[in-house]
């Protein structure tokens, strides 16, 4: 069964846990100021050591230290995703649980809107809202909030009219108990297990996604770093300069994959047909 | 979709690199064709591919002189009259003669407001041309104007023929030109095939054919250099030539051009609103570092807002010297410590240097937000009220025309989109240089412009930008510093 | 059934009519193209007299009027960037924009659903884990660096496949994998859930009860019952799969829709950029539309109203 913490399970954990740690703690951990330049060290490579310190793993095209940059730019990465999970995965089960329990007008009219949103790509939806909003943190964090809330509206859609149908929750229904009250006490609880593991790719998507942006010149804005952008700007140096690509893109994959293993491990925990066998 | 494959099969058999002879060229363009119609657009990568297909009135040879094309001598009737002898011996590649009526004709179509053409800017102090001889035609300009040569150069003859009878729309699918290069196919997105036009007046073109290849990503380009899959590719950083240079198959190509790298600095809001904040950046910006270790010496130094290779460069005004310490103080005494100015920008525009002066402009007490935007954002609130526009920001300007009025009369002059700063005296100056054609005159009123600039500073030259081409080592090309790229100049040497 | 039907396609109509609107508006927000398409030096009046002969001086409310006349008479209308009409600018593209989406589908399915399979029957072993890291990677890494990296390799060091254009089918090879690995892991998500979950019903328990072994049950009725998921699926990544391509289609220099999009939308050229979605738009309200009938056909039971 893999319902169980097993070693690999913990080993995941762990590892998400050490971004997370390397984020929040990227202050104290991070041997130079991420975003002070010597232009006369450019693109040094790992391990060069000179009277400033050790530059562990390298400079970039401006000459600031990578690792610094890679520890801060998991900042920016995590909390654009985390961020925007949380802002669309809000949206999209509100919407959801609307659409779902009060069914007639209000499900067509959202579910119509879902579609709209749903048949233009994302990545296309993205740039023309940062085109109006213009770039930047926040507005990061809504344009892709607000372009992929629809993926968690179906999810959260379907759910809730399975779960409605529940004899205990139309019991409670005829007890008396308001709509928000069931929805947030009974139907919520039983839905969010399915949300969680759209959450979860969602996740690594979003990170991908920003790193898209910077590519396009939309994403987190020089000089703060992100993984993304930190590796569209080293792109060019890959033959040159391969460590501004290969670090922050090694922790990008590796934090990827582990969002990603986690969410499978959720999903077979959470989805009772998918354990029996 | 079948016959687009089979004309790109055609186009790659082409583009495979002969042994004996080499008989088409390819070239890697960031982007493709906007339109073929040469008054249509105004954009570098059209602009690259048009102008082998098209001849102009005037040209300039290597040096950077104005030369005859088209015409073969000028004068001036008056001040505002300017007449043209023209070749005879020129057809186009339907085989009809290039008459004193095209060159009419494509003048009064690029300055007739109806047509929309997006040059018009450049040629509409032109007022009139009509034919005067059997091989002669003359120009009447709204005032004497000392630029139109320099405009001029940049004017494609189109056959009045073939464009009345195609229409607009159909002659930009299906141009038809005089120069040493005809248009074979045009796909979309993709790529330009051209012919020779092996009855080109001045000799036969050292290539068969030319393809025009539209790939976004620089990288992708290299890649394409290195595995030959293309000839020749503009459009590179620095540190793209420095990583090229140990390749033993490529070349690299550079030439100072007209274009200039500046910093604009807003005069009319803003911190920067104080004469002395402005002198300050100008003394934080250390220009040498950003020459060295930025553009890696692909860059020359200037003093002003200009470039030696346009008319008007005057080598004597005194650039501010770089001086941390003196910027701090006036900063100081301005009170300005601390403040925060906005620094407009888009992806089209080097992020380094942003980051760069960022950095040294921090280090002598002023905070430096990078806002970027997309590009008709960023030109929306540039071009806007000086309140919009933002403190700071960075440009690489080229007018294609060598001369200052199209430098600094956009850039400054009161009442120009582009200009956040009003000085009567500036405006005076540069007023004058306009309208008057005695080169030395001109000289001296851009020589007292660009000293109310340098005590002014509504700009900061940065550094002559240095065109930078990779091509494969075979291929015999002495780019100019206009940025032209004419394939008939261009040769291959095994 | 012929209810249902009309309801599906209004729906899907009212669907498209939104995506167009909310494309239309959100482009008109983000400014027009006047101001790109002058040179550097023109003054403000020759920038008003052109977005005057444009007719992006005019009320929102008539451009978007004006629109949707030009739409019901079937004209998509001129590009301003190409001077142009824009079916034949849109039209030209969608060839190769088929291509790709075709050969990242090959890539994804022809990897996705094997490895997917692989998965629900070798469930919980060290195979199932390897495989869930190696259809993960394409959707762990940014395009826009794996694809140079493609290129550097197969491209300029090994030589096997052309580094960019579309002119054979051997430059289809490197972004159609690109993009395919994108969603490489989907399908093989989604194929290894069905597959687990037909087979945990009676019928295959009955059936392996006859002495019919797993991979026979497998071949025989599971994947014909989990192919309804999958189907549902592709439908649902066709509009990333034919618009989405926007890094792989830069980084590879393939002319398709997704280039001709960001290129349109960074140009203001708003015309392409509303046709490019109305497109994909079309194709994905559609290939929904299909998918949803096929299964109300098969199914009665899904008639239901949203």
């Not at chain 2, 120009?139 to 009345?164: C, D, F, G």
């Not at chain 3, 192919?227 to 989405?244: D, S």
Request: glycine share 8%.
């Amino acid at each position: 069964m893999s319902g169980r913490i097993t070693p690999g399970v913990a080993l995941l954990l762990a590892l998400l846990a050490a971004f997370v740690v390397a984020a929040v703690a990227a202050p104290i951990l991070a041997p130079f100021d991420p975003l002070r330049q010597s232009l006369l060290l450019r693109l040094r490579p790992p391990g060069t050591t000179l009277a400033a310190g050790t530059f562990l793993l390298g400079t970039d095209d401006l000459g600031r230290d990578l690792l610094s940059r890679v520890l801060y730019g998991a900042r920016a990465s995590l909390a654009v995703a985390a961020l925007s999970v949380s802002v669309s995965l809000l949206v999209g089960t509100l919407l959801g649980l609307l659409a779902g329990w009060f069914r007639g007008w209000p499900a067509i009219l959202i579910m119509r809107l879902v579609d709209t949103m749903l048949s233009i790509p994302a990545i296309l939806l993205a740039v023309l809202t940062v085109a109006v909003l213009g770039p930047g943190f926040l507005n990061l964090v809504l344009v892709l909030g607000l372009t992929r809330w629809p993926r968690y509206t179906r999810v959260a859609y379907a759910q809730t009219l399975q779960v409605a149908n529940l004899p205990y929750i139309r019991a409670a229904e005829m007890a008396g108990s308001s709509a928000l009250r069931i929805l947030l006490r009974h139907v919520l609880p039983n839905i969010a297990g399915p949300l969680m593991v759209v959450a979860t790719t969602e996740f690594g998507l979003m990170i991908l996604f920003e790193a898209g942006l910077s590519f396009l010149g939309l994403g987190i804005q020089p000089p703060f770093p992100s993984w993304g952008s930190i590796m569209s700007a080293g792109r060019q140096y890959v033959a040159r300069a391969w460590w501004l690509t290969v670090f922050p893109g090694a922790c990008l994959f590796v934090l990827v994959l582990c969002v990603n293993l986690f969410g499978d491990w959720l999903r077979d925990r959470v989805d009772p047909r998918s354990q029996s066998r | 979709m079948m016959r687009a494959l089979g004309l790109l099969f055609l186009g790659l058999m082409l583009a495979t690199p002969a042994f004996a002879q080499k008989d088409g060229l390819v070239v890697d363009l960031p982007g493709d064709v906007a339109t073929m119609d040469p008054h249509l657009q105004w954009d570098t990568d059209s602009y690259t591919v048009y102008r082998n297909i098209f001849d102009n009135l005037v040209t300039r040879d290597a040096t950077g002189k104005i030369a005859p094309q088209v015409a073969t001598a000028w004068r001036y009737a008056d001040d505002r009259t300017i007449v043209f002898d023209l070749r005879t011996d020129i057809t186009f590649h339907d085989g009809s003669r290039l008459t004193p009526e095209d060159v009419v004709f494509s003048v009064q179509r690029i300055i007739n407001p109806a047509f929309r053409s997006p040059q018009l800017s450049q040629f509409d102090q032109i007022v009139s041309a009509e034919v005067t001889g059997p091989a002669q035609v003359t120009l009447h300009t709204k005032t004497p104007y000392p630029a139109l040569m320099a405009q001029l150069v940049k004017l494609s003859i189109v056959p009045k023929a073939v464009v009345e009878k195609l229409g607009d729309q159909r002659f930009n699918q299906e141009v038809v030109g005089s120069g040493p290069f005809r248009l074979r196919a045009w796909q979309r997105g993709v790529q330009t095939v051209l012919d020779a036009n092996d009855a080109y007046w001045r000799g036969k073109p050292a290539f068969r054919s030319v393809t025009f290849r539209a790939v976004p990503d620089a990288s992708t380009r290299i890649a394409d250099l290195r595995t030959g899959r293309a000839d020749i590719t503009r459009g590179l950083s620095p540190d793209d030539a420095e990583a090229l240079k140990s390749e033993r198959a490529l070349q690299l190509l550079t030439v100072p051009t007209e274009r200039i790298a500046y910093m604009f600095v807003n005069a009319q809001a803003g911190p920067t609103k104080d004469k002395r904040v402005r002198q300050a950046i100008a003394m934080a910006v250390d220009r040498d570092t950003i020459i060295t270790a930025l553009q890696q010496g692909y860059a020359k130094p200037v003093n002003i807002v200009l470039t030696p290779a346009n008319f008007g460069y005057v080598p004597d005004v005194k650039g501010w010297p770089h001086d941390p310490a003196k910027a701090r103080a006036l900063i100081k005494e301005a009170g300005a410590e601390g403040a925060t100015l906005q620094f407009l920008t888009s992806p089209a525009y080097d992020r380094r240097l942003n980051e760069a002066v960022q950095q040294m402009l921090g280090e002598v007490g002023l905070k430096v937000d990078i806002v970027t935007m997309d590009q008709p954002t960023y030109l929306r609130r540039r071009q806007g009220t000086p309140e919009e526009a933002g403190s700071l920001s960075q440009g690489r300007w080229s007018c294609a025309c060598q001369d200052a009025d199209g430098v600094i009369f956009p850039l400054f002059r009161s009442g120009s989109i582009w200009s956040k700063f009003a000085n009567p005296a500036f405006d005076a100056e540069v007023d004058a240089a306009r309208t008057i054609l005695d080169p030395g005159k001109r000289l001296e009123h851009y020589r007292r412009a660009f000293e109310i600039l340098r005590d002014e500073v509504p700009g900061i030259g940065l550094f002559q930008d240095v065109a930078i081409y990779a091509a494969r080592r075979e291929l015999k090309w002495a780019p100019t510093a206009n940025e032209a790229f004419f394939v008939m100049d261009m040769k291959w040497q095994p | 059934m012929l209810r249902h039907i009309a309801g599906r396609v209004g729906q899907a109509i009212v669907a498209t009519f939104g995506v167009l609107t909310m494309v239309f508006f959100v482009m008109r927000l983000s400014g027009d193209p006047t101001l790109l398409l002058v040179p550097e030096g023109a003054t403000a009046e020759q920038i008003a007299a052109l977005r005057h002969q444009l007719g992006f001086d005019r009320p929102l409310v008539v451009q978007y009027g004006a629109y949707l006349a030009d739409l019901a008479r079937l004209d998509l209308g001129e590009s301003l960037v190409q001077r142009a009409p824009v079916a034949g600018i849109v039209g030209e593209r969608i060839p190769y924009t088929m291509a790709l989406a075709a050969g990242s589908l090959v890539v994804a399915l022809g990897i996705g659903i094997p490895a997917g399979i692989a998965m629900a029957v070798w469930r919980g072993s060290v195979l199932e884990r390897a495989l869930a890291a190696f259809v993960l990677t394409g959707q762990s890494l940014p395009t826009f660096w794996s694809g140079i990296l493609l290129i550097l390799l197969f491209g300029v060091n090994l030589g096997w496949l052309p580094t960019s254009g579309a002119d054979s089918l051997g430059s289809l090879v490197m972004p159609s994998v690109a993009l395919g690995a994108l969603t490489m892991s989907t399908f093989a998500r989604m194929t290894r859930i069905a597959v687990l979950d037909e087979l945990s019903r009676d019928y295959v328990a009955a059936a392996r009860a006859r002495g019919l072994s797993l991979a026979a049950a497998v071949g025989r009725h599971v994947l014909r019952n989990a192919a309804i998921p999958v189907v549902t699926v592709t439908a649902l990544e066709v509009g990333n799969l034919l618009a989405g391509a926007v890094i792989v289609e830069t980084v590879f220099a393939w002319p398709g829709i997704g280039q001709l999009a960001i290129q349109s939308i960074a140009a203001r050229d708003f015309l392409v950029v509303q046709t490019v979605v109305l497109f994909v738009s079309v194709v994905y309200v559609g290939t929904n539309l299909l998918a949803d009938l096929a299964y109300a056909a098969i199914d009665p039971r899904i008639r239901m109203g949203a």
